[in-house]
C-alpha cells in the first residue's frame, strides 16, 4: 500500500497549564521501527495515549491508514490494529499467566482475525506465551502475574500487545527496569515482529539498546519535536544534545 | 462437590420441613438472596452498588403497575417486571457509569431515595398510598417454586458467567480497566451488560415480592432493600456468589428472629457491615471453605 | 411578590452551601466521599439539643460544645474505622455509609422524634427586607456562611495544616515525599468537614424541628451541590449552591415543596450526562493517571 501507514498533524495537549505536547507531526510507514525520545516530561507518553485514544487531543489529526481516527476511544483504535503496551505494568496479579493473555484474546479484533469464533482461548493463550518464550512445561504460564519476576511481567506485557495480532505496535518504555541481559532477550522478540511486517513505534530512554532495532528516531522536548532522523545523525545535532546535556 | 448439592437439595428439603410461617421466611430470605447475588455480580465487575433497592422498587414497580393498570397476571408481570426493571436501572446508570466508581456508588444511594420523594410529591402510581390488592401468586407452592428457580437460576448463572471468559474480562474491567481497553474490549458497554444483568436479578426480587405481598408502594425502595444485600455479602464473604448466598441465608432469618427489635435492626446490619469491612474482609464463606479443604486436603511427601 | 424569591432564594442557597461545605471539604483532599456526613449533622443537633435542655447549659456553650464533640466524632470514626481500610475505595465507601446508617436509624429506633426537639435560634424575631419578612435566624445563617467561607479561604491559605490540605488534595505522594502526614492530615479533614456540618446544624436546625429524615436529606443535598460544582472545588460549591437554591425556591413556589428533590434528581442527572466533572470540577471523569 501507499502512503505512511500512521499520520500525525499538529497535535496538541494541554493538562490545566502545562503544554505536554504542543504540534507534533511525524510520518510512520509500514514496516519501519520508529523510536520516540526525550529527557523526562518531554511528552512521549502523552504523545502515545493520544495517538490510541486514552487522551483527547486538543488540536491537532491523527490518521491510521488515511483514515482519520483522531479522537476516536482507545478501544476502537486497538480494533484498527493498534497494540500498545503500558509504562507502569499491571497485569492481573492473581491471575495466572495465561489467563492474563485470556482476557486481552477475548477482543472483537481476535474473533475477527480467527474467522468469527474465539476457540479455546486457554490454548492459545499458552501458544501465545510460547512466542515470548515461556516454554509450555515450565511452570510461568500457570504461574500468579504477581509472582513473576519484572522482567517476565514485561515480556507478558508484550504477549497483550501480539495477541491482537497488532499492524501497528506501540511500545511505550518497554524496556525500563530491566537488566542488560533481560533487554537483550527481548530485543529478538520485536525484530521478529518486524520481520513479520509489523510497524513498531517505540518510546525508549534506553537509547544504546533502542539504536539496535530503530532506524529512524523522534526527539521531543517540552512537547515539540527539536530533531528527526537515524541515530547517529539526531543525537549529534546541536538541540538534542541540550536538551538531554542542558547549556554550559 | 458437596458445598453445590447443598443449595439444590437443601432449599426444597426446608421447604417440606417448614411451617406456613417458615416458608415465609424462606421465600424473603430467597428474595434477598437474590439481591444479594445481584449486588455481588456488580462487585465483581468492580461496581459498588449502595442502591439495590433501585432495581427491587423499579422492578416491583412496573410489575405492580401492569397488573394494576392492565390486570394482567403475575406469570405476566413478573417477568415483565424483571426485564422492565433491568432496562430502567441500567437507562438511570448509564451516564454514570462512565465516571469514576465513587460517583456510581454515590447515585446509587442517592437515586431511590430521590425517587422515594418523586413518588411522594407527583402522586403517580399510588402515591403515598401505592398499589393495592394486586393479583397473588396461585397458591404457595407457586410462589415458592418461582422464587426458588429463580434463586438456582441466578446463583449457578452468575457462577457460571464468573468462570467464563466473559466473566473473566469483567474481573478484568475490575482491576484493569485500561488494559482490557487496549485490548479493543468496549468497557463501558461490558459493564452495561453486568449492570443489566445484575439489576435483573434485583428487579425479579422486587416484581416477585410485589405479587408475594399484593401491594406495591414507596417502601419498595427502602433503605433495608439497598443495605442488607451489602451485609450479607460482606458477612458471607464478597468474592464468591455462594458466600453471597450464604450471607443472606444467615442474616435474613436472623432478621426474623430478631422481629421483636423492630427499627434497631437496620442498625445492627450497618454496624455488622462495618464491622466486617474492617476486621474480617475474608467473610464466613471463604473461612469455612478453607477450614474444608483443610479437611480434605492431601499432602504430597517427597520420597 | 419575587422578592421575597429573591430574598428566601439567597437564604436557601446560603443554606445548602453551609451544608456541603464539609462534605466538599472532606472529600476534595482526604479523598474521602464521607457518607456519614448526613447522620453528623443530625448527630450535632441532637449533641445541642441535649446538652442545652438536659444538661442545662446555655444555648450558646452547647451550641460550641455540640459542634467540636461532632468533629471528634468524625476525627474518631476516620482513625478507628476508615484508616484501617484506607486506599480500599469499596471498604470506605461501605464503611461510611454504615456507620451513618447506624447513626440515623439509632436515634430513630430511640424515637427521637417529634415536635420537642427544636432548637432556640440565635437571635429571635423578624427583619423586613425589600418588602419581605424574614427571621432574624436566617440572616445569621447568611451571616454564619460568610463568616465560615471567609474563614475557609484564609485557612486553605494561610496556615500549615490549611495548606496541607489543598497539598494532599493537588498530589498526594509528593505531599508524603514533603513529610506531610497525609493520615493525620486525612483525618482532620474529616474532622473538619464533621465540624462544619456540625456549625451548619446548629444554625439551620432551629429553623424547624431535628428530624432523622433530614441526615438523609442533606446527604442527597450535599451530594447535588458538589456533583453540580464539582468535586473538590470550593467556588463550585458556591455557585451550585446558589443555582440549586434558587431553583429550590422557584420550583416549590410554582410547583410545591415536594418537588424540590426533583430538582436535585433532575441537577445531579443531568449534569453526570452533559458535564461530569461538574462546573469547576478538577478532577477528570475519565482518569488521566498514567
Not at chain 3, 460568610?146 to 505522594?173: H, K, N, P, S, V
Request: glycine residues 12%; contains cysteine; neutral net charge.
Amino acid at each position: 500500500m501507499s502512503g505512511p501507514l500512521l499520520e500525525v498533524r499538529g497535535l496538541v495537549k494541554h493538562f490545566g497549564g502545562l503544554a505536554a505536547v504542543s504540534g507534533v507531526d511525524f510520518d510512520l510507514h509500514p514496516g519501519e521501527v520508529l523510536g520516540i525520545i526525550g529527557p523526562n516530561g518531554s511528552g512521549k507518553t502523552t504523545l502515545v495515549n493520544l495517538i490510541t485514544g486514552f487522551v483527547r487531543p486538543d488540536a491537532g489529526r491523527v490518521a491510521f491508514r488515511g483514515r482519520d481516527i483522531t479522537g476516536w476511544a482507545p478501544h476502537r483504535v486497538a480494533r484498527l490494529g493498534i497494540a500498545r503496551t503500558f509504562q507502569m505494568v499491571r497485569p492481573f496479579y492473581h491471575l495466572p499467566a495465561y489467563k492474563n493473555l485470556v482476557i486481552v484474546l477475548r477482543s472483537p479484533r481476535v474473533r475477527r482475525l480467527a474467522g468469527g469464533a474465539w476457540g479455546d482461548l486457554d490454548e492459545v493463550a499458552v501458544d501465545l506465551l510460547e512466542e515470548v518464550g515461556f516454554e509450555r512445561d515450565s511452570a510461568v504460564p500457570w504461574k500468579a502475574a504477581g509472582a513473576l519476576p519484572h522482567g517476565y511481567l514485561k515480556r507478558l506485557e508484550l504477549a497483550r500487545c501480539i495477541a491482537l495480532r497488532p499492524d501497528l505496535v506501540i511500545l511505550d518504555e518497554l524496556f525500563s527496569g530491566l537488566s542488560p541481559a533481560e533487554v537483550g532477550s527481548l530485543v529478538p522478540l520485536i525484530e521478529r515482529l518486524r520481520e513479520e511486517g509489523r510497524t513498531i513505534l517505540m518510546v525508549e530512554h534506553r537509547l544504546r539498546e533502542l539504536f539496535r532495532i530503530a532506524r529512524r528516531v523522534l526527539v521531543l522536548n517540552f512537547g515539540g519535536k527539536i530533531a528527526e532522523g537515524p541515530p547517529e545523525e539526531v543525537m549529534a545535532s546541536e538541540p538534542v544534545r541540550l536538551a538531554y546535556l542542558g547549556g554550559e | 462437590m458437596a458445598p453445590r448439592a447443598l443449595p439444590l437439595a437443601g432449599i426444597p428439603l426446608a421447604a417440606l420441613l417448614l411451617d406456613a410461617y417458615g416458608r415465609k421466611v424462606l421465600v424473603s430470605t430467597l428474595t434477598f438472596a437474590l439481591l444479594t447475588l445481584s449486588w455481588e455480580l456488580l462487585a465483581m465487575t468492580g461496581i459498588v452498588s449502595l442502591g439495590q433497592a433501585l432495581f427491587f422498587g423499579l422492578g416491583a414497580y412496573v410489575a405492580g403497575a401492569l397488573n394494576h393498570a392492565l390486570g394482567w397476571p403475575p406469570l405476566v408481570t413478573v417477568p415483565l417486571g424483571t426485564v422492565g426493571g433491568a432496562a430502567l436501572s441500567t437507562a438511570l446508570l448509564l451516564p454514570v457509569l462512565r465516571l469514576r466508581r465513587i460517583y456510581f456508588s454515590m447515585v446509587t444511594l442517592v437515586l431511590p431515595l430521590i425517587l422515594v420523594r418523586v413518588i411522594e410529591a407527583t402522586k403517580v402510581l399510588g402515591g403515598t398510598e401505592g398499589l393495592h390488592g394486586l393479583a397473588p401468586f396461585p397458591g404457595q407452592p407457586v410462589e415458592l417454586a418461582v422464587a426458588t428457580l429463580a434463586f438456582w437460576a441466578a446463583l449457578f448463572g452468575y457462577r457460571r458467567l464468573a468462570g467464563s471468559d466473559y466473566g473473566l474480562v469483567l474481573q478484568g474491567i475490575r482491576d484493569n480497566d485500561r488494559a482490557v481497553t487496549s485490548a479493543g474490549i468496549d468497557v463501558h458497554a461490558c459493564r452495561a451488560q453486568a449492570l443489566f444483568l445484575a439489576s435483573a436479578a434485583g428487579a425479579f426480587a422486587g416484581a416477585f415480592m410485589t405479587h408475594a405481598y399484593m401491594f406495591v408502594g414507596m417502601p419498595a425502595f427502602a433503605l433495608d432493600y439497598s443495605i442488607l444485600p451489602i451485609a450479607a455479602a460482606v458477612v458471607g464473604g464478597v468474592g464468591s456468589f455462594a458466600g453471597a448466598a450464604l450471607g443472606a441465608f444467615i442474616l435474613v432469618p436472623l432478621s426474623e428472629a430478631l422481629r421483636g427489635l423492630g427499627g434497631l435492626r437496620i442498625v445492627l446490619y450497618a454496624l455488622l457491615l462495618v464491622v466486617f469491612t474492617v476486621a474480617l474482609p475474608e467473610g464466613v464463606f471463604h473461612y469455612l471453605r478453607r477450614k474444608y479443604e483443610q479437611r480434605e486436603r492431601w499432602v504430597e511427601v517427597e520420597q | 411578590m419575587w422578592q421575597g424569591t429573591l430574598v428566601y432564594g439567597f437564604v436557601n442557597s446560603v443554606v445548602l452551601a453551609l451544608t456541603a461545605l464539609g462534605f466538599n471539604l472532606t472529600f476534595g483532599i482526604g479523598g474521602v466521599a464521607n457518607f456519614a456526613y448526613g447522620a453528623l449533622y443530625v448527630l450535632a443537633g441532637f449533641a445541642a439539643w441535649f446538652l442545652g435542655r438536659s444538661a442545662g447549659l446555655p444555648w450558646p456553650a452547647a451550641a460550641v460544645l455540640a459542634v467540636v464533640l461532632t468533629a471528634l466524632a468524625g476525627w474518631a470514626t476516620c482513625r478507628l474505622v476508615l484508616l484501617r481500610v484506607r486506599g480500599l475505595e469499596l471498604s470506605e465507601v461501605i464503611a461510611t455509609f454504615g456507620i451513618g446508617l447506624a447513626i440515623l436509624e439509632t436515634f430513630r429506633f430511640l424515637g427521637l422524634v417529634g415536635f420537642e426537639y427544636t432548637l432556640p435560634a440565635l437571635v429571635e424575631g423578624t427583619v423586613e427586607i425589600a418588602g419581605t419578612f424574614v427571621d432574624a435566624q436566617r440572616l445569621v445563617i447568611v451571616g454564619v456562611g460568610g463568616a465560615l467561607a471567609a474563614f475557609l479561604w484564609l485557612f486553605t491559605r494561610y496556615t500549615r495544616t490549611g495548606l496541607a490540605f489543598r497539598a494532599i488534595a493537588q498530589d498526594e505522594r509528593t505531599a508524603l515525599a514533603l513529610g506531610i502526614d497525609a493520615d493525620r492530615v486525612a483525618a482532620l479533614s474529616v474532622a473538619f468537614g464533621a465540624g462544619l456540618a456540625a456549625v451548619a446544624a446548629v444554625v439551620i436546625l432551629p429553623l424547624g424541628t431535628i428530624a432523622v429524615e433530614s441526615g438523609y436529606d442533606v446527604l442527597l443535598n450535599a451530594l447535588a451541590v458538589c456533583i453540580v460544582g464539582g468535586l473538590g472545588s470550593a467556588a463550585g460549591v458556591v455557585v451550585a449552591s446558589f443555582i440549586l437554591g434558587y431553583a429550590q425556591v422557584v420550583t416549590a413556589t410554582a410547583l410545591g415543596p415536594h418537588w424540590t428533590m426533583i430538582v436535585s434528581l433532575v441537577a445531579i442527572l443531568a449534569v453526570l450526562a452533559l458535564r461530569p466533572s461538574g462546573l469547576f470540577g478538577r478532577q477528570k471523569e475519565l482518569e488521566e493517571r498514567i
